[in-house]
């Protein structure tokens, strides 16, 4: 029965994607489906997609797992990366060492980040929505402190621009970097110890303890490790943007919600699979790209995310054949 609803979800994310080529290029002509929009919009799903990511592991977790920090720490890697290094390595005299010192800094922010929430839910016992939302608004407080509420530019630097925008083999490098670690991170629960008793806390949290899975620990290293995703996706909105922001992605906790929601993640805990967290993630990115090709409004679109989020989460736990059987008895 699990293997058949697992087959059942994929198909119908599949679906999804395929309907959402059809309808573009239906709607709105064969400039939907070339090569240079599916490369603009697979650059585009990273920002999303490690955040939705983060959010599945931390639901996978159980208790109420979730970050809602994700968008705010994202965002304060970056800024708080580029701030400390603007003055110290000219950008323009060695891109390539401002690049990778970037890059360094910013996960080191996402993992002290991440530590920290951990900490919180793991060790002092917090609600994981309260505390995710107490450092959603820390985080974000900082990175406002650090740039007095302005947007930093960070101009054109070739080897981060290229990470942004270029592509290898005609996939977005970024793309190709979210593709190798949600492959990773698919092995990880699969394969290892650790995903193993981060699937059966989810499912039963008094059974794990009984059999001894050290639950605290596990749970500071999820949200440890939904903190260095926030990271990654800092970056790549820094590599896209050429700036960083604290207020980039506004919108961006709902949509990565929406995105492991959709992906059959169930909220109770227990169970999520990465190619459904990323094929909802491409279904949602070529849906928003056919909005915006239609010249339907972004306020629209989060209406229609908003209303999606409560349609799945709403019908995540019903139980369709029952119903139908008891609505012909």
């Known amino acids: 029965m699990v293997a058949f609803q697992m087959d059942r979800q994929l198909g119908f994310l599949a679906t999804v994607n395929v309907a959402a080529i059809v309808a573009g290029a239906i709607l709105v002509g064969a400039s939907f489906v070339e090569l240079y929009n599916f490369q603009s919009m697979a650059s585009q799903v990273p920002e999303l997609g490690f955040l939705a990511l983060g959010v599945m592991l931390a639901m996978m977790s159980g208790n109420g797992g979730i970050d809602l920090s994700g968008i705010a720490l994202a965002n304060l890697s970056g800024v708080a990366a580029y701030y400390f290094l603007r003055d110290v390595i000219p950008a323009d005299e060695a891109p390539l060492l401002f690049t990778w010192s970037l890059i360094g800094l910013a996960l080191g922010v996402g993992l ?12 002092v016992g917090l609600t994981p929505i309260i505390a995710t939302l107490g450092t ?64 059966l806390l989810g499912n039963n949290a008094k059974a794990a303890r009984y059999a001894g899975i050290p639950e605290k620990r596990i749970l500071f290293l999820t949200y440890t490790v939904c903190g260095l995703l926030a990271s990654v996706a800092g970056i790549v909105i820094a590599a896209r943007t050429s700036s960083v922001k604290w207020d980039y992605g506004t919108s961006y906790v709902l949509i990565a919600i929406l995105i492991a929601v959709m992906a059959g993640v169930r909220p109770e805990g227990g169970y999520g699979r990465v190619i ?54």
């Open 112 to 123: 002290v980040g991440g530590m920290l929430n951990g900490f919180l839910i793991a060790k």
């Open 136 to 199: 959603q608004l820390l985080f974000t407080g900082l990175a406002i402190v650090l740039t007095n509420g302005s947007a930093l530019s960070i101009g054109y630097v070739e080897p981060l621009d290229d990470f942004g925008n270029a592509t290898i083999l005609s996939v977005p490098q970024c793309f190709a970097l979210f593709l190798v670690v949600a492959l990773a991170i698919g092995a990880i629960l699969r394969f290892t110890p650790f995903g193993q008793r981060l699937l």
């Open 276 to 329: 459904c967290v990323v094929l909802s993630a491409t279904s949602l990115q070529m849906l928003s790209s056919l909005f915006n090709f239609m010249n339907i409004s972004n306020f629209f679109r989060d209406l229609a995310w908003g209303v999606l989020l409560l349609v799945f989460i709403a019908t995540s736990g019903f139980d369709f054949k029952a119903w139908f059987r008891a609505a012909r008895s």
